[in-house]
């Protein structure tokens, strides 16, 4: 009986590293599209890039779905923002930049 708990326990903890580490690709490749779409030039993260906009805590102040209207529809959300629409970034890069830029709390 204590080994199949402890086997239990064993499993658990691999499927949450598993996951973890699944979270951390999916943000870093957030972190590639944010490049490649060359956020900086306007946006900075921790000093680095562009000064109209700090991204630094933007993942504790927006939901996902807020983050991904910036993105897509930034007019909706501000109708006098001067920020780029990119709505035809393919659904998984948004995903992935939605997921990085919620990495930053």
């Given at each position: 009986?204590?080994?199949?708990?402890?086997?239990?326990a064993v499993l658990i903890?691999?499927?949450?590293?598993?996951i973890?580490?699944?979270?951390?690709?999916?943000?870093e490749h957030g972190k590639?599209?944010?490049?490649?779409?060359?956020?900086?030039m306007c946006h900075s993260i921790s000093?680095?890039?562009?000064?109209?906009?700090?991204?630094?805590?933007?993942?504790?102040r927006?939901?996902?779905?807020?983050?991904?209207k910036w993105i897509r529809t930034p007019k909706e959300m501000k109708s006098n923002t001067t920020m780029k629409a990119y709505p035809n970034l393919p659904e998984k890069d948004l995903d992935?930049?939605?997921?990085?830029?919620?990495s930053l709390k």
């Open positions: 009986m204590k080994s199949a708990i402890i086997a239990c903890l691999c499927v949450g590293a598993c973890v580490s699944a979270v951390d690709a999916v943000a590639q599209v944010y490049a490649a779409q060359k956020c900086a000093g680095a890039g562009g000064k109209r906009l700090a991204l630094d805590g933007v993942g504790s927006l939901k996902p779905k807020e983050m991904q992935a930049l939605t997921s990085y830029l919620l």
